[in-house]
Each structure stands twice: as structure tokens, then as C-alpha cells.
């Protein structure tokens, strides 16, 4: 346990050093809060650009304020999502194409506490800033737009965490292997074909954990089933990438340029 | 104080098709100091990368300490400095060696304790609170040689200390080393014969992944030393053909010719010295020096390694 917490430390300690800790909650908050306010200011924001008649504006109706939350997660799914793989890329890539790996890896008898606490740092961050950034969202939204029911924003939040946190984690062995881009621009594609194929194949395919951003969606504006399938495979990913990327990062813990 | 400290046996690494390191086996006495001695290639940083655990032999027995000390039970008894050492460059001076001291198992005090006393060691206090990213090059590997012995190790192994420091770099890293001596035992590698011989009792040296020699130094010296005669000349037709011709000496074992000189392994001083005075005299050789000596680890280096 307590290389796991020396470990930990050292992570959130190289985030808030390298600023992660502001830009990254900073971009959750600004998507968060941008969705209701411009769908708030839509129809002024119509009229002042001049080539819409007022009668055609003032047919403009407000959705209502779940259907507002839905729309602030699929801003988190884009941008959102892009901003942590980016951000998460280099945990384990950088460390293997800098070599400071090498010195740790001396110094430690398992890779296992090593990764769990890289992995533990990128879920604090993912976490706050995702919450930070839900949170600015429902305020404004219950502010100019209407109530909101708190409990569904919360559990459907919870799902989206779950569906941020898989993808983000697999970075990590796939880091392991690859350099920090290609790292994260295969966690992004596997999550896209995931979501892709879970929009077209809705009946098959329960488990899939692509799901998850669209259950989340459906669960804040009141109509989602309760399956709990694809947070278990999701879970079951995430102990997975851990295991998988501190072993590999046993076997090869320089990368072969350096 | 001749107890082993460790002991490898046949260690082999094979990478694909390629072996850098064929079947080495040695043993370190707990409080020597080795130099591990070889040209560039020679799989210096292989063995040394295997011995600290970061990659797996592919044959071989490791052995720390007298009993069966297996490398993981050891990780936290020994120092490691690579070639190229990588700081997070995010952490200042101070930050580092306490996050390695705690890793190798120190509690949070007791690495705080350590790190002062290393750094102060190193020489590098003034510049302890500053983030690694503005050190140079010499307070990087003075940092790294902290690293390796914050955790009060037995053993420090060292990867080519000192091949990328400046002479006064070099010096102070010498000195440091020669400081060690008897409180741990130090394994270093090297390309300059000449580091070796300034600090260590033992020289292992290696050639194409394989032990060419080993032995303490003085041994070597003295199994090395042979008669040779340094002679120059004047640059003249005469004295090139001269020196060409001196291979055909019945005392003459080796020869290197120069451009205006030759170095000669002789079987016997006196006879070669009176014989090739008289020549020259002879002869009327238009002589620059005519030196006596005996050759030196640096020659028995040279021939094996350009073998």
C-alpha cells in the first residue's frame, strides 16, 4: 500500500506542476456552462445576427432543461473526452520515451502499485473535472432554464464518469507499447467504434461499455433502463489495463529509441 | 572482509539474433571497488542493466550476497546509476531523492534526513530547491549519483560515471567515488583505462560481450608488464629504413612502427639496449629519444580491445 500512496503523490504532484490541474477542469467547466447559456440566448443571439426575422425567432422554444443536461454530455463526449486522452497520453509514454523509467524501475519490486496509482491519479483528475464541469452545467441550467431533477443528474453523471474513466485508461498499456499520439489516438478510435456500434446494433450487444455515454443521456432525461452489464465490463477493462500495461512495462521499460 | 557480494554465473542476454553479453561469470568482494572496463559495444550497460534488475537475463544466475539473495529481495540494497540518467524535470533537486529514498522503503523522516546528507555529499545544497530542469549536465549526474546512494545501499553500480563530464565534472566525481571506497562496494563501467586505475582494486574487462581479462589491477600490472624501448628519429631516408628494418631482431617480439618512431617489445632489455646503441652509433641514425620502459595496463588494454 504505501508505494501505491508515494507513487500517488508524486502524480497528482506532476499534474498540478505541469498545470493539468487547470486547464483540464478548466475546459470541462467552460463546455459545461456554455450549453445552457447559449441555447438560453439562442433566439437573441438569432435576432442580432440580422438575417432572421423576429417571427421566425420567436417560434424558437426552449428545450426543456434534461433535454439541455443531454446535450451538455455529448459536449464532454467530443471535446471532453479529447482533452483527458490528451492530457492522460503520456503517463506512461512519456515516462518510458524520457527514461525516467528506467531509475524507478530500479528502485521498484512491482510495477503493479506504480500503475495503479498513475492510474488512480488520472481518475481524481478525470472525476473533478468532470464534475466541476456537470455541475456548471446543471446550475446554469436549473438558473435560466428550469428545475432539474438532482438525483437523475447525479446517477447519470456517475455513468459518464464510468465511460470517460475506461477509455482514458486504456492510454495505459497501450502506452506501454506505443508512443504517447498513438496511444491516445487509439483509445479515442476504440471508443468511437465502441459508441458507433453500440448506436447501431442497439438490441445486441447489452455489455458493451460504449454504451455508457448514451445510457447516461438517457437516464438524465428520465427515460433509461437500468443494465449493469456494461459498467461491469468497463470495470473489468480498467483492472485489466492496469495489470496488462505493468506488465508490459516490466518487460520493456525503455522505449527503443532512447 | 573478503565476503562475496555477488555472484554471476554464465549470465547470457540474447536480443533477437543479436547477444551482447555471451555467458560472463564474475564475483565482487562486499567493499571493493570494480571497474567494469571495455570499449563502446562491449555490453557494459546489458550486464550492468541486468545486474539492477531492469531487464531479465536470458541464461544465468544472479546471486546477491552469500546466500540465495534473489534480485527482487535486493532491489532496495543497491544504487543504480545509468548512462544517461532521467530526472522528472518538474521535481527540484531535493523533491527527487526523497521520492527515490522513499521508494526504496525509507519513512518519510528518515529520506528527508538522507537527501540532505547526500545532496550536501554531492555538493549540490545551493541548488537543492531547484527544479532538475535547470540543472547542467555535471549536476544531473552529481544528482544521480545522490539518487543511488540515498537509500544507504551495499552495493552502487554505476554506468559510465563520468564519460560525459567535463574534467572538472570528472575530478569532483573521482573524488567523490574515492570517498566511497569501503563504506559500499562500487561496480562501475568505463571506457578509460585510466579512471579504472585511479580508483579500483579490481578491473573486469570486457570485448564483444565476453570477459577478455579480469584480476585486481596490481595483478595485471605486474602479469602485463614486459621490456619496451620508445625510440625516435629524425624523418630521413636512412632512419625509415631503418626502423623498417628492426622487426628482423632476434630480441625484438613486437613491433609498432610510427611515422618518425617505433615502440618495441623486446624478450631481454639489456641485450636489445646495448645491440641497438651500437647500431645506431654505427650506422650514424640521426636519434630524438631512446627510451627504457616497461608497458603499461593501457598497452595490454589496446591489444586486447583491437584484437
Not at chain 1, 93 to 119: C, D, F, N, Q, Y
Not at chain 2, 261 to 287: P, S
Request: contains cysteine.
Amino acid at each position: 500500500m504505501k508505494p501505491f500512496w508515494i507513487y500517488y503523490q508524486k502524480e497528482m504532484l506532476e499534474s498540478g506542476r505541469t498545470y493539468k490541474w487547470i486547464w483540464v477542469p478548466a475546459v470541462f467547466l467552460l463546455l459545461g456552462i456554455m450549453q445552457p447559456v447559449s441555447t438560453y440566448y439562442l433566439p437573441e443571439i438569432l435576432t442580432m445576427a440580422g438575417e432572421v426575422p423576429p417571427e421566425a425567432a420567436a417560434l424558437f422554444t426552449v428545450p426543456s432543461a434534461e433535454s439541455v443536461m443531454a446535450s451538455a454530455l455529448s459536449q464532454f463526449s467530443v471535446i471532453g473526452l479529447l482533452v483527458l486522452v490528451l492530457a492522460g497520453m503520456n503517463t506512461v509514454a512519456g515516462e518510458r520515451a524520457t527514461g525516467t523509467a528506467e531509475l524507478v524501475l530500479a528502485r521498484s519490486v512491482s510495477t503493479i502499485p506504480m500503475m495503479a496509482a498513475k492510474w488512480a491519479a488520472m481518475m481524481t483528475l478525470v472525476a473533478a473535472s468532470f464534475a466541476l464541469g456537470l455541475g456548471g452545467a446543471a446550475y446554469y441550467t436549473h438558473l435560466l432554464i428550469g428545475p432539474l431533477e438532482w438525483g437523475a443528474v447525479a446517477s447519470g453523471g456517475g455513468l459518464y464518469v464510468v465511460w470517460l474513466a475506461w477509455i482514458v485508461t486504456l492510454a495505459l498499456p497501450l502506452g506501454a507499447v506505443l508512443r504517447g499520439p498513438a496511444a491516445a489516438f487509439i483509445s479515442l478510435a476504440v471508443a468511437g467504434a465502441l459508441s458507433l456500434l453500440s448506436g447501431l446494433l442497439p438490441s445486441r450487444l447489452q455489455w458493451n461499455p460504449g454504451r455508457l455515454s448514451s445510457m447516461a443521456a438517457e437516464r438524465i432525461v428520465g427515460e433509461g433502463s437500468s443494465v449493469w452489464s456494461p459498467i461491469i465490463v468497463a470495470i473489468l477493462l480498467m483492472v485489466l489495463s492496469i495489470i496488462v500495461a505493468a506488465r508490459l512495462l516490466r518487460r520493456s521499460p525503455l522505449s527503443p529509441q532512447s | 572482509m573478503t565476503e562475496k557480494l555477488l555472484s554471476i554465473h554464465e549470465l547470457t542476454k540474447s536480443i533477437g539474433s543479436i547477444m551482447p553479453v555471451k555467458g560472463i561469470s564474475f564475483e565482487l568482494k562486499r567493499g571493493g571497488c570494480t571497474a567494469l572496463l571495455g570499449p563502446n559495444g562491449a555490453g557494459k550497460t546489458t550486464t550492468l542493466r541486468m545486474l539492477a534488475g531492469l531487464i531479465p537475463p536470458t541464461r544465468g544466475e544472479i546471486r546477491y550476497g552469500s546466500g540465495d539473495g534473489h534480485t527482487d529481495s535486493w532491489r532496495h540494497r543497491i544504487g543504480y546509476l545509468p548512462q544517461y540518467p532521467k530526472f522528472y524535470s518538474w521535481m527540484s533537486g531535493m523533491e527527487y531523492l526523497s521520492f527515490s529514498a522513499k521508494l526504496s522503503g525509507l519513512s518519510g523522516k528518515e529520506a528527508l534526513r538522507r537527501s540532505r546528507e547526500v545532496i550536501e555529499m554531492v555538493g549540490l545544497q545551493q541548488a537543492a530547491k531547484r527544479r532538475i530542469s535547470g540543472y547542467s549536465g555535471g549536476m544531473k549526474q552529481r544528482l544521480g549519483i545522490a539518487q543511488a546512494l540515498v537509500h544507504e545501499p551495499e552495493l552502487i553500480m554505476l554506468d559510465e560515471p563520468v564519460s560525459a563530464l567535463d574534467p572538472i565534472g570528472r575530478r569532483e566525481v573521482m573524488d567523490l567515488l574515492d570517498r566511497l571506497r569501503g563504506e559500499v562496494t562500487v561496480l562501475f563501467s568505463t571506457h578509460v583505462l585510466h579512471d579504472a586505475e585511479e580508483i579500483c582494486d579490481d578491473m573486469i574487462l570486457m570485448v564483444d560481450g565476453e570477459i577478455a581479462e579480469k584480476g585486481a589491477l596490481s595483478e595485471l600490472r605486474t602479469k602485463y608488464r614486459q621490456p619496451v624501448l620508445s625510440i625516435d628519429v629524425e624523418p630521413g631516408e636512412r632512419e625509415v629504413a631503418w626502423l623498417d628494418s628492426l622487426a628482423n631482431r632476434p630480441y625484438v617480439q613486437e613491433i609498432e612502427l610510427g611515422k618518425r618512431g617505433a615502440k618495441l617489445m623486446v624478450t631481454d632489455m639489456e641485450v636489445a639496449r646495448a645491440a641497438l646503441i651500437q647500431e645506431l652509433a654505427d650506422g650514424g641514425i640521426e636519434l630524438l629519444r631512446f627510451e627504457a620502459g616497461t608497458s603499461t595496463l593501457e598497452d595490454m588494454f589496446m591489444k586486447v580491445v583491437g584484437s
